[in-house]
């Protein structure tokens, strides 16, 4: 079973960066989709940024378009997620998921059915 291990979330003031880890289990990291979602006090858990396993191409929340960046190590079997020109709004718990046995098609990336495994979650805090 594959397990989904995050770090790097923390307290920075608005117009700052953090980068966010995600390290997987398992044996054939390059073929998952790895994304990140977030959740904010009181909202629903939204979609953030996906790495269609198999190069099959990173895509972005418009909300976060330009200002995060996602990236992946398969020899690490690690996904970052690197975010500038943080702002209030992205204060949120963010949580690293993965699809393992297939990919997402393009029109259900964003869809938190089509990702089987999730992390604990890290919160992020940006402080006006």
């Known amino acids: 079973q594959v397990q989904l291990v995050e770090s790097g979330g923390g307290l920075v003031q608005a117009g700052g960066s953090l980068r966010l880890s995600c390290e997987a289990s398992?044996?054939?990291?390059?073929?998952?989709?790895m994304a990140w979602f977030r959740q904010a006090p009181g909202k629903e858990r939204e979609f953030v940024a996906t790495?269609?396993?198999?190069?099959?191409?990173?895509y972005y929340a418009d909300s976060v378009k330009g200002r995060f960046t996602l990236s992946r190590d398969n020899a690490k079997n690690t996904v970052y997620l690197q975010m500038d020109s943080l702002i209030p709004g992205d204060t949120a718990v963010y949580y690293c998921?993965?699809?393992?046995?297939?990919?997402?098609?393009?029109?259900?990336?964003?869809?938190?059915?089509?990702?089987?495994?999730w992390g604990q979650g890290t919160q992020v805090t940006v402080s006006s």
């Open positions: 398992g044996r054939n990291f390059r073929t998952y989709s």
């Open positions: 998921a993965a699809a393992v046995t297939s990919r997402p098609i393009l029109s259900a990336i964003a869809s938190q059915q089509m990702y089987g495994t």
């Open positions: 790495s269609r396993g198999s190069g099959g191409g990173t």
